[in-house]
């Protein structure tokens, strides 16, 4: 059973920045798939990002592209969201999620995930 907290979460001015952390305990971190994503008020769970177990691989949602980077550190058991250029679109409340590295499925789909941590708020004001 994996455990994910996630932190960094806050208030920021459009146009800035936040870096989000999700560490995970319980198991062997780099044995899973890392995924980023977000939820708004009133909207579904949204796909932003995700990462291979070793890092070489990241797949980015069109809105976030340019502007989010992913990494991992799995001497760290941590996940890391890097978040530039922030605009009010994307104040939500972000999730980090874990999958199995074996469990091919498509990595957009916040519903093929087994481990999800409790959210932080990102709120982007103008």
């Known amino acids: 059973q994996v455990q994910l907290v996630e932190s960094g979460g806050g208030l920021v001015q459009a146009g800035g920045s936040l870096r989000l952390s999700c560490a995970a305990s319980?198991?062997?971190?780099?044995?899973?798939?890392m995924g980023w994503f977000r939820q708004a008020p009133g909207k579904e769970r949204e796909f932003v990002t995700t990462?291979?177990?070793?890092?070489?691989?990241?797949d980015y949602a069109d809105s976030v592209k340019g502007r989010f980077t992913i990494s991992r550190d799995n001497a760290k058991n941590t996940v890391y969201l890097q978040m530039n250029s922030l605009t009010r679109e994307d104040t939500a409340v972000y999730y980090c999620?874990?999958?199995?590295?074996?469990?091919?499925?498509?990595?957009?789909?916040?519903?093929?995930?087994?481990?999800w941590g409790q959210g932080t708020q990102v709120t982007v004001s103008s």
């Open positions: 990462i291979s177990w070793s890092g070489g691989r990241t």
């Open positions: 999620a874990a999958v199995s590295f074996r469990k091919i499925f498509d990595y957009s789909n916040p519903g093929g995930y087994d481990y």
């Open positions: 319980g198991g062997t971190f780099s044995n899973y798939r």
